[in-house]
C-alpha cells in the first residue's frame, strides 16, 4: 500500500499555528464509538487496527474528543497509537457533557475544562495537547472565563494550541481578543456549506478549517448529476471526490473523514491523490 501511502502525502501538509505540520488529510475518531457515539465500538480490536492503519497510510493529523463516547476515542487512540510517532498530532476537544446516546449539553465553566484537558492529558498520556478545542462555546458562561482558561493552560504548557468548534466569525474575532486561536472545526462539506463567511475568514489569517462530516454530498448524489458523472468519469467515488472538492476549496482545509473500517478508510485516502481540474471544481460548486 506505498502508493496509498504516497497519495495521503500528495495532499500536502499545513502547519497549525504557523508551527505544526500535518498531513491536509486527517482521521476523526468519532465514529469508532457505539451508536450515538456512546459507549464501547462493537470490535474495540478492529478500531485499534483503523488507527494504526490510518498512521501506517501517512496520517499525521487525529481528531477526537473527551465525550466521544465518552471516554471512549482517547483510550482506544493511547492503546493503539502510544508510543507516538514523533510526527502525530493529536487534537482534542473539551466542552461537552453527555446524558446518553446522541446527547450534547455544553458545559464551560472554567474548572471544568481544566478538568477535561487534566484528564486528556493523562488519558492520552502526554505532557501537552498539540491542539486543544472548546468543542462548544457555553452560553451560559463568559466567554472570557471560558478561552481564559485555555490561554492559562497554553501559558502552563498543557496546550500548545487553542481551537474552536462550530462558531460564527464574530466569535472567532471575540475569543482572539483572549488568546491565539489556531484552528475552527464546523460542519461543512459539498452539500452543507452555512459555514463558507468562516472559511473564508480562516483562510485570510492562515486559521486550520476542519470540517467535520465531511463526505456528505446530499442531493448532488442524484442520477445524472455532476458529482455522479465526474464519479464515473475519473473512475473515483463520491466520497472521494468530496474530499477532493474540499481540499482544492482552500489551502487551510483539514478534513478528517471517519470511519471503523479498514476498507473505507484506505478508499478515503486514496482521495488525497484525486486532483479536481478547475472545471471540474466549478462544476461541483455550482452544483450545490
Request: overall charge negative.
Amino acid at each position: 500500500m506505498t502508493s496509498t501511502k504516497l497519495s495521503v502525502q500528495s495532499a500536502g501538509t499545513f502547519r497549525i499555528g504557523g508551527d505544526l505540520p500535518v498531513t491536509r488529510l486527517g482521521y476523526g475518531t468519532m465514529q469508532l464509538t457505539g451508536p450515538g457515539v456512546w459507549g464501547e465500538p462493537s470490535d474495540p480490536h478492529e478500531a485499534a487496527r483503523v488507527l494504526r492503519r490510518a498512521v501506517e497510510l501517512g496520517v499525521t493529523f487525529i481528531d477526537t474528543a473527551d465525550s466521544y463516547g465518552p471516554y471512549v476515542a482517547e483510550p482506544l487512540i493511547a492503546r493503539a497509537l502510544a508510543p507516538y510517532a514523533d510526527d502525530l498530532v493529536i487534537a482534542t476537544k473539551a466542552g461537552f457533557t453527555r446524558q446518553g446516546p446522541n446527547q450534547w449539553i455544553p458545559v464551560g465553566r472554567p474548572e471544568y475544562l481544566r478538568q477535561q484537558t487534566e484528564m486528556s492529558l493523562r488519558i492520552l498520556g502526554v505532557d501537552r495537547i498539540d491542539l486543544q478545542q472548546l468543542h462548544r462555546i457555553d452560553p451560559t458562561v463568559p466567554l472570557e472565563d471560558q478561552i481564559g482558561e485555555l490561554k492559562l493552560l497554553q501559558d502552563e504548557g498543557k496546550i500548545r494550541h487553542i481551537g474552536l468548534s462550530e462558531v460564527t466569525v464574530a466569535e472567532v474575532e471575540a475569543a482572539s481578543q483572549i488568546a491565539t486561536i489556531a484552528s475552527v472545526q464546523n460542519l461543512f462539506n459539498l452539500a452543507h456549506r452555512d459555514a463558507e463567511p468562516l472559511l473564508d475568514y480562516a483562510t485570510e489569517r492562515g486559521i486550520a478549517f476542519i470540517p467535520w462530516f465531511p463526505l456528505a454530498t446530499g442531493r448532488l448524489l442524484k442520477r445524472g448529476g455532476a458529482l455522479t458523472a465526474i464519479a464515473e468519469k475519473r473512475g473515483a467515488t463520491p466520497s472521494q471526490l468530496a474530499l477532493a472538492w474540499l481540499l482544492k476549496r482552500s489551502p487551510v482545509m483539514l478534513p478528517i473523514p471517519g470511519t471503523s473500517s479498514i476498507a473505507h478508510l484506505e478508499e478515503n485516502l486514496e482521495g488525497a491523490s484525486l486532483e479536481l481540474t478547475d472545471e471540474e471544481f466549478t462544476e461541483l460548486t455550482d452544483a450545490h
